[in-house]
């Protein structure tokens, strides 16, 4: 339902895990906020096209590893250049505020790789003790 509310005609949101995860309020409402910020810069960078975002997370040895991906045209040549923090410059604070986040819960936030062909995000965190 809310894939339909933020995403326009011709873009196709989807979402899958290979486990359930449980996370406290605190943590999952972080998780929440930096794949909302993501998906919606994504649906944002794809204004005009068809294409598919996909969210995957994949719980393996302890850690979360969610990928957002979108096939939209790359965050541009100014853009991809990448500063210390793994971010590009010049990014909105959008970004900026996700990486702060992630941090904060003990994860990271990573550009894995943006281009013509779309750009993909990792996010990166120690899964909760039972």
Known sequence: ALAGVIAPEG????ARC???VNLDEETGAAVFRILSNLTTNSVGAMA???????????VRDGQIAITVTDQGPGLGATARSLAGTGLPQRSGMGLTIA?????R?????DLVRTGPDGTCFCLTLDQPKP
């Open 99 to 103: 990486k702060t986040l992630a941090r």
């Open 105 to 109: 819960i003990g994860g990271a936030l």
């Open 11 to 14: 873009i196709r949101i989807r």
């Open 18 to 20: 290979n486990k359930g």
């Open 48 to 58: 005009g096209m068809s294409g598919r975002i996909l969210l995957e997370g994949l």
